[in-house]
């Protein structure tokens, strides 16, 4: 438990508004719970709309002297932010197992995943690069640089809490924007100790701010407030379309990474070893709650038998428990409400002519759900069509490219998407014909800080990492000079 955390100065129970460590305005408080033994673990501040507004101007105060800071200036503090937290990437990963549920291992490469965004990002600081445009006559000069935007609000899930806010206010940061960053209540301890080491690392008071409490609330403040310049959000597509709707009477800039219904497709010259091991990972880590998880597999007619063996095998073999436990490949779900929707999918699959090959309960009242796979599958199923969020691989048979294609494109959805071929032309032209963001070829596991991040469609718009994830967080200014 949090006991085993060598540096208790990293576990927080108060919110982190100027600099401060401070309780809600209100005084109360909730608990926040550890999903494998349903265990209380942390009482934090419940914010409320005043929480948060003195959170925004506190960012708004930071903004005048941090965007003046040189980029080199800020690129030196971001890369100790990152240094800091590889250097308690240990804590970091136990507090983060705790509250959310993933296996240590998968903890601590999250911990390191989010470092590697504030070290690329303070990077990128120094990139920051304008333009002289050739004019219409030698009388003018035109100019084109790029300023911070703003005050940024951060909205993060509870499914990678340390990364995903990293993923954020890195770039963020290193834009010359401050923030005011409301993590999930499931998860927020992870959030509250890398604002710790923010601190230790000399960011200046007021550039980061955490909120927790009042969804409705706090979101209302961070769509409507006339100092939040840009909202970056991580979650479902139902709550990204009301907070789109919500900053549209100020006409904020918004990036929005939302949910997924990601294909994995196996043609039949694959090699089945690797494609089920790029599925293992892709499908089962972090219990199947990412946004970027395999969840239709469609797998040619000629290997299908052959495929599902091998998977079920694999499948079996994952160890289900505690993620502080060793040896242990799954953890649990993040709520009893998770539970019910993954049980209520793969119930009905079955009710509807699926085939149940391993897995397919819950463990008594517990939140944790057995690794499972279904076969005889098909498009009409509510599987098919909604993002599962659990450790159940529904698969699908399919005939030649064309029908694969087309059954990948049915999906509202357009995150990621996977494939496996050893044939040259097809991994170009499929790759091509996909509708998604993010295509990976023979590869299971595709995100990383170097790499474009985000989706179309209904997936969300804007882009997290790479080179082109700073964009966001700038605005370009045309100057005019007369000479």
Same mark, same amino acid.
């Given at each position: 438990?949090?006991t085993?955390?060598q540096?208790?100065?990293?576990?927080k129970?108060?919110?982190?508004i100027?600099?401060?460590w401070c309780?809600?305005?209100?005084g109360?408080?909730?608990?926040?719970?550890?999903?494998?033994?349903l265990?209380?673990?942390?009482?934090l501040?419940?914010?409320?709309?005043?929480?948060?507004?003195?959170?925004?101007?506190?960012?708004?105060?930071a903004l005048?002297?941090?965007?003046?800071?040189?980029?080199?200036?800020?690129?030196?503090v971001?890369?100790k932010?990152?240094d800091?937290?590889?250097?308690?990437?240990?804590?970091?990963?136990?507090?983060?197992?705790?509250?959310?549920g993933?296996?240590?291992?998968?903890?601590?490469?999250?911990?390191?995943?989010?470092?590697?965004?504030?070290?690329?990002f303070g990077?990128?600081?120094?990139?920051?690069?304008?333009?002289l445009?050739p004019?219409?006559?030698?009388?003018?000069?035109?100019?084109?640089i790029?300023q911070?935007?703003?005050?940024v609000?951060?909205i993060?899930p509870?499914?990678?809490?340390?990364?995903?806010?990293?993923?954020?206010i890195?770039?963020?940061?290193?834009?010359?924007?401050?923030?005011?960053?409301?993590?999930?209540?499931?998860t927020?301890l992870?959030?509250?100790?890398?604002a710790e080491?923010a601190q230790?690392?000399?960011?200046?008071?007021g550039?980061?701010n955490?909120?927790?409490g009042?969804?409705?609330?706090?979101?209302?403040?961070?769509?409507?407030?006339e100092?939040?310049?840009k909202?970056?959000?991580?979650g479902?597509t139902?709550v990204?379309k009301?907070?789109?709707a919500?900053?549209?009477?100020?006409?904020?800039r918004?990036?929005m990474?939302?949910?997924?219904?990601?294909?994995?497709?196996?043609?039949?010259? %694959?090699?089945?070893?690797?494609?089920?091991?790029?599925?293992l990972?892709? $499908? &089962?880590?972090n !219990?199947? @709650?990412?946004?970027?998880?395999?969840?239709?597999i469609?797998?040619?007619?000629?290997i299908h038998?052959?495929?599902?063996?091998?998977l079920?095998?694999?499948?079996q073999?994952?160890?289900l428990?505690?993620?502080?436990d060793?040896?242990?490949?799954?953890?649990?779900?993040?709520?009893q409400a998770?539970?019910?929707?993954?049980?209520?999918?793969v119930?009905e699959?079955?009710?509807?002519g699926?085939?149940?090959?391993c897995?397919?309960?819950?463990q008594g009242?517990?939140?944790?759900y057995q690794?499972?796979?279904?076969?005889?599958?098909?498009?009409q199923?509510?599987?098919f069509?909604?993002?599962?969020?659990?450790?159940?691989?529904a698969i699908?048979?399919f005939?030649?490219d064309?029908?694969?294609?087309a059954?990948?494109?049915?999906?509202?959805?357009?995150? %990621?998407?996977?494939?496996?071929?050893r044939?040259?032309?097809r991994?170009? $032209? &499929?790759?091509? !014909?996909? @509708?998604?963001?993010i295509?990976?070829?023979n590869e299971?596991?595709?995100s990383?800080?170097?790499?474009?991040?985000?989706?179309i469609?209904?997936?969300?718009?804007?882009?997290?990492?790479s080179?082109y994830?700073?964009?966001?967080?700038?605005?370009?200014?045309?100057?005019c000079l007369?000479?």
């Amino acid at each position: 438990m949090l006991t085993s955390v060598q540096d208790q100065g990293l576990i927080k129970q108060q919110v982190f508004i100027d600099g401060q460590w401070c309780d809600s305005i209100s005084g109360d408080k909730y608990d926040v719970t550890n999903p494998a033994t349903l265990d209380a673990i942390a009482s934090l501040p419940y914010c409320s709309a005043s929480d948060c507004a003195a959170a925004v101007e506190a960012a708004d105060k930071a903004l005048a002297s941090w965007r003046l800071w040189p980029a080199k200036k800020r690129a030196q503090v971001l890369r100790k932010w990152a240094d800091l937290i590889l250097a308690h990437q240990q804590d970091l990963a136990v507090i983060l197992t705790v509250e959310q549920g993933k296996p240590l291992a998968e903890a601590q490469g999250e911990i390191a995943y989010g470092a590697s965004y504030a070290e690329w990002f303070g990077e990128q600081a120094k990139r920051i690069d304008g333009d002289l445009i050739p004019a219409p006559d030698g009388n003018k000069r035109i100019m084109c640089i790029k300023q911070p935007v703003g005050v940024v609000a951060c909205i993060t899930p509870w499914n990678f809490p340390n990364a995903m806010l990293a993923r954020k206010i890195a770039p963020a940061l290193a834009a010359g924007c401050t923030v005011v960053c409301k993590p999930s209540e499931e998860t927020p301890l992870s959030a509250l100790a890398i604002a710790e080491l923010a601190q230790r690392a000399g960011i200046p008071d007021g550039v980061i701010n955490l909120v927790i409490g009042d969804v409705p609330a706090i979101g209302e403040v961070l769509t409507q407030h006339e100092k939040i310049a840009k909202l970056t959000f991580t979650g479902s597509t139902k709550v990204g379309k009301q907070l789109l709707a919500q900053c549209a009477s100020t006409v904020k800039r918004t990036s929005m990474e939302l949910g997924g219904n990601a294909p994995f497709v196996v043609f039949a010259d %694959a090699d089945i070893d690797a494609a089920v091991q790029g599925l293992l990972v892709c $499908k &089962f880590r972090n !219990a199947g @709650q990412t946004c970027v998880c395999a969840n239709r597999i469609l797998v040619h007619s000629s290997i299908h038998d052959v495929f599902v063996e091998k998977l079920v095998a694999a499948t079996q073999a994952l160890r289900l428990g505690n993620g502080l436990d060793q040896g242990v490949d799954v953890g649990p779900l993040i709520s009893q409400a998770a539970v019910a929707k993954v049980d209520g999918l793969v119930q009905e699959a079955l009710a509807q002519g699926a085939e149940l090959k391993c897995g397919g309960r819950r463990q008594g009242d517990s939140q944790f759900y057995q690794p499972t796979v279904l076969t005889q599958c098909h498009e009409q199923m509510r599987i098919f069509k909604q993002e599962i969020f659990g450790p159940v691989a529904a698969i699908y048979r399919f005939d030649d490219d064309e029908q694969a294609l087309a059954m990948a494109n049915n999906s509202e959805y357009g995150l %990621a998407s996977y494939f496996y071929t050893r044939d040259l032309s097809r991994t170009f $032209k &499929f790759s091509e !014909a996909l @509708q998604y963001g993010i295509v990976g070829v023979n590869e299971g596991i595709i995100s990383n800080e170097m790499a474009p991040f985000g989706g179309i469609k209904q997936s969300g718009s804007g882009k997290e990492g790479s080179k082109y994830g700073i964009e966001d967080y700038l605005s370009l200014k045309y100057i005019c000079l007369g000479l």
